[in-house]
């Protein structure tokens, strides 16, 4: 047996079971790379969540997951997922707690459709805005396979992974659900002794479906699903090659109120910025906005921007309130408290009776103006007008140079961390996707996370952990990185630098 068959717990089961044919039959191949894809790492924190309280009621708890390319996801890998819940939970018995879509690597991508396939960032965004749009918000992308690995590996290595991931940060009793389409029904055959498998019958698949059906007949660990939806991924992807869209980023600078916590030197957090600008507008075209330094609220706002000082401004007050988002940035979890600031509650019942103007940095998708007016109670009344710092073209997205430093104060995405935690991650991978979160180009987000790392190595020094603002320490507290020996900040950050050097070479 193999290395890589005998450390694959689906298929060393089915080899001592069966014979080391039956992993060749069920669709295994060796990747070339046994360095690659360890499948106990668990503390590489790109992989969303399923909600803590939804594994903790469940009587059997699983996810499922679909691997392919995903170039590009349509309506019929949603009726899949679909069809295989219902699967899962009427013919298995499981309790299905989310389902995972798991984009392949970039060389399996290339293989299917040549130059028209969609770099993985981009695959991976369209399949969450796919779920978004048709409201399936049980599903998630897993980037773990399309990002981090430098080959394409087999859908076991990714189920296997995930099971790992899940029982260490979820529930030990979690288990992962393999879902594919009935043109690819022999891939059952690795779950017959370990795991379980959906299949999904679609259009044209009969006669395969038929024959492994037969071969498999009452095994307790597959189920079958009937599909109809015609939908083929090749028939959606546009003639000619890929063409990446167009980038255009306005960059907030700001003063060092935004690096208080770290306790940085001004010209130390400005050469940052400096240097921030300078790597970013080698992939993108780039607008640079001047903060107003040490900007104050106005009287009568209700001021959301956390760099808009209101201590003393009569009249105003400060709401602080994020939206939290999944591990990678692609699915929003509504909006919360911002992490280390008062309950969302407590704060609203504090806004006296009045007229108000909201004010923030900028109107990207009025999200959190809409969540704030929503929020706030009937005694604060909310003019129709929004006050911005930054006006922008539609086709411009905008970010603060803060949330690209690790501890930067309010900086970074808030991210739903294990046991129901908020951290807080700069836009870099592996914990945001800087494409998902800011338009950067998919086909550059490697080359910027670890450049950006390598700035934050520079810029942050010798710094100790303690250094950190608590949601950001949480962060890395959470997936193991705070242990002994104690590194500093610089080690840290160039730590992220070197291991994401390491994945996803072509």
Known sequence: MTRKLARDPYLRALVAARG?????????????????????????????????DAAATARRPAVLLATGGFCPPHAGHLEMMERARDAATTQLGFDVIAGYLSPGHDRYARMKAG????????????????????????????????????????????????????????????????????????F??????????????????????????????????????????PGASRALRPPGAWRAPRSRVVVRLEDARAVRTLGLPADTWCAFQRELVALLRA???????????????????????????????????????????????YHARGHVARPGSPPLDAQLAAIPPGDYVLRDDDRATGGTFAAARALLPAHARVADVERVAIAHDADEDVVDSR????????????????ARRLGRAPYVLPYVDPAARCSLPPTAVRA????????????????????????????LEAMGLAGDPPRTL????????????GDGRD
Not at 196 to 222: E, F, K, M, N, Q
Request: hydrophobic share 50%; with cysteine; aromatic share 6%.
């Open 20 to 52: 080391e044919q039956a992993a060749w039959d069920s669709g295994y191949f060796d990747d070339g790379d046994d360095g690659d894809a360890p499948l106990d790492d668990i503390d590489w924190a790109c992989t969303p969540l399923p909600p803590a």
């Open 188 to 229: 059952a055959l690795a779950f017959a002794e370990d795991g379980a498998c959906v299949v999904v019958a679609r259009p044209g698949s009969d006669a395969t479906v038929g024959a492994w059906r037969a071969r498999l007949a009452g095994h307790p660990r597959i189920a079958w699903a009937d599909g109809d939806h």
């Open 403 to 418: 949330d690209f430093l690790l501890g930067s104060d309010d900086g970074g995405l808030v991210v739903e961390l294990p």
């Open 448 to 475: 910027i996370s670890i450049a950006v790392w390598e700035l934050a190595a520079r810029t942050l020094g010798d710094r100790r952990l303690s250094a950190l603002p608590a949601p950001a320490r949480a962060t």
């Open 490 to 501: 610089g080690e840290l950050c160039r730590w992220h630098a070197t291991r994401l050097a």
């Open 283 to 329: 992939h993108a075209e780039v607008r640079v906005v001047e903060a107003a330094p040490g900007a104050r609220a106005e009287p009568g706002e209700l001021v959301v921007d956390p760099m808009v000082d209101v201590a003393g401004v009569a009249g105003a007050h400060a709401l602080a309130i994020s939206r939290a988002y999944a591990l990678g940035g």
């Open 115 to 186: 130059d028209a396939a969609m770099p993985a960032p981009a695959r991976l965004a369209a399949c969450a805005e796919l779920a978004a749009r048709s409201g399936a918000d049980w599903l998630v992308v897993d980037p773990w396979e399309a990002l981090h690995r430098r080959v394409a590996v087999n859908f076991t290595d990714v189920c296997a992974r995930l099971r790992a991931y899940l029982r260490a940060h979820v529930d030990l009793r979690v288990e992962v659900v393999y879902v594919c389409g009935g043109d690819n029904a022999r």
